[in-house]
């Protein structure tokens, strides 16, 4: 099974921040990762698809870059709407697997 | 627009049975591979099942490998989860999702808004 670590688990950062969280896969995965938003007590949100791929109507702060092994989610200027719950997780192969979580926080 | 709608979630004993359901409006349901995701209290995501919009291939996680099976009824627009033989840590808020593939790059675009099962005495 791929295995997806994200890092950090928590981050504290202050509004207007850039922002950066990484995922790192066991094996190579080529682009199949997609980036989700979780806010307490709601189902996901797709922010990023295929890596880099904005998904429609979310904000342009928010891209995605990487392949193979290294991934990472950027937040070019935080909002305050931002502070939640962000996942990676890989469709590359079965069991498609997610990352552990990064919490973002007000500093 | 497409929605998803999860229902069946309760409280039940360890060793016990559920089924979920997942009513699907707003999209072609038999055009679309389905998922069953999850998310244990305070927990991260866990992607537990998938079928096929033809119903041939399933797929499932390790953990709930035996005693889960997902199936589905295009012309109910319905997907579901038969889970058998919980145990406590199946504890968790459901979600079912739809699977998009361009090409090949998929991801889940759509979710429902979960529905929480308590296993516990």
């Known amino acids: 099974d791929i295995q997806l670590t994200q890092s950090p688990s928590f981050l504290s950062a202050s509004v207007g921040d850039r922002v950066t969280i990484t995922c790192r896969a066991s094996q190579g995965i080529s682009s199949y990762l997609a980036w989700y938003q979780q806010k307490p007590g709601k189902a996901p949100k797709l922010l990023i698809f295929g890596a880099s791929n904005l998904q429609s109507g979310v904000p342009s702060r928010f891209s995605g870059s990487g392949s193979g092994t290294e991934f990472s989610l950027t937040i070019s200027s935080l909002q305050p709407e931002d502070l939640t719950t962000y996942y990676c997780?890989?469709?590359?192969?079965?069991?498609?697997?997610f990352g552990g979580g990064t919490k973002v926080e007000i500093k | 627009e497409a929605q998803l709608v999860e229902s069946g979630g309760g409280l039940v004993q360890p060793g016990g049975s559920l089924r979920l359901s997942c009513a699907a409006s707003?999209?072609?349901?038999?055009?679309?591979?389905m998922n069953w995701v999850r998310q244990a209290p305070g927990k991260g995501l866990e992607w537990i099942s998938y079928i096929s919009n033809t119903i041939t291939i399933t797929h499932y996680a390790d953990s709930v490998k035996g005693r889960f099976t997902i199936s589905r009824d295009n012309a109910k627009n319905s997907l579901y989860l038969q889970m058998n033989s919980l145990r406590a840590e199946d504890t968790a808020v459901y979600f079912c999702?739809?699977?998009?593939?361009?090409?090949?790059?998929?991801?889940?675009?759509?979710w429902g808004q979960g529905t929480l099962v308590t296993v516990s005495s």
């Open positions: 997780q890989q469709l590359s192969s079965f069991p498609y697997t």
């Open positions: 999702a739809r699977r998009i593939c361009y090409s090949d790059i998929c991801f889940f675009d759509t």
């Open positions: 707003g999209f072609t349901f038999s055009h679309y591979c």
